[in-house]
């Protein structure tokens, strides 16, 4: 089982249904895009945090699926059908994309055999492995748990900030995943630590492109068609290529350079000025003269 945290949509634009007495109350599985054969459901949601809320999914065979989710914007409205979610399935791999993209890159149609499944998850690993070792830093987070916090109460503050809970220093991207009221004044709170490359579209699409790509050019690979002909000579003896595009124009893949901006960075703090000794120093230390 594996779980799909939704954030609603309404109005065209993000909302929490819940503080004014909505819910998030139903999500269908569809085969199709046509939303006919309903495969599987599941609800209600779980509120996370201000407008996230979570579906535990049912085990379904891996594949994609188009999704049509079901909550009330408010008490005693009418409920809303949300069906602009599609699912790759399952969640929860690791990784930033999924074999039914790649294959769609690839022009490959769907359902995938076993077979193309695992070759596909295959290119995924290495095109993905070539991002971590670019950035120097991984690209799934790493959930870090804490119970029983007391968040800082100021004016202003909201509970999804980071600054408003007692965390630890921690040198890399924080974020609140997900708070749980104990009914005494404190929280349990999950924090994610790193880089979400799965929510970063550049990230995406580099993995996604170059896993496609990778597979195309491997004999026998997933779509393989090797590199397009586009003449050959009478006799045989000469054969023109298409050229790929040069980076930067239209359809060409992306660069590893695109990335750049994610690059862990590395902080060294400065030394201050050393302290005059007393009695010229405008500050006396613990350990001064008396």
């Known amino acids: 089982m594996s779980a799909y945290d939704y954030q609603p949509l309404y109005g065209g634009a993000h909302y929490d249904p819940e503080p004014a007495g909505g819910h998030v109350t139903s999500l269908s599985l569809y ?21 996230a809320y979570r579906f535990a999914l049912p085990d379904v065979p ?30 929860g791999l690791g990784l930033v994309t999924s074999p039914e993209a790649v294959a769609k890159e690839l022009g490959v149609p769907l359902p995938l055999t076993v ?29 870090l748990a804490r119970t029983a916090l007391t968040p800082y109460v100021r004016r202003g503050d909201s509970l999804e900030d980071v600054e408003a809970w007692p965390l630890e220093d921690v040198d890399d991207l924080v974020c609140v995943a997900a708070y749980r009221d104990r009914g005494d004044g404190t929280y349990d709170v999950d924090f994610l630590v790193g880089l979400d490359g799965a929510v970063n579209d550049p990230i995406v699409r580099y993995v996604t492109t170059h896993a496609a790509e990778s597979e195309r050019q491997r004999p026998g690979g997933v779509g ?23 980076p930067g124009q239209a359809g060409a893949l992306p660069t590893l350079d695109s990335l750049s901006r994610h690059k ?10 050393a302290r005059p000794p007393w009695p010229y120093s405008s500050a006396r230390s613990v350990r001064g003269r008396w």
Not at 120 to 143: E, F, H, N, S, W
Not at 226 to 241: D, K, P, W
């Open 31 to 51: 085969d199709g895009p046509d939303r006919t054969t309903t495969v599987a459901a599941a609800g209600p949601a779980t509120r996370l945090r201000a407008g």
């Open 62 to 91: 891996p594949g994609r699926y188009w999704a049509t989710v079901t909550f009330t914007p408010s008490e005693g409205a009418q409920p809303v059908k949300d069906e602009s979610v599609r699912l790759d399935l399952p969640l």
């Open 224 to 246: 393989s068609q090797g590199r397009r002909v586009t003449s050959v000579s009478a006799e045989g003896q000469s054969i023109s290529y298409e050229a790929a595009p040069t």
């Open 115 to 143: 077979e193309q499944r695992d070759d596909l998850l295959t290119a995924i690993r290495k095109a993905q492995a070539d991002v971590v070792g670019y950035l120097g830093r991984p690209v799934v987070p790493q959930l």
């Open 264 to 273: 862990r960075r590395l902080f060294q703090p400065l030394n201050g000025p």
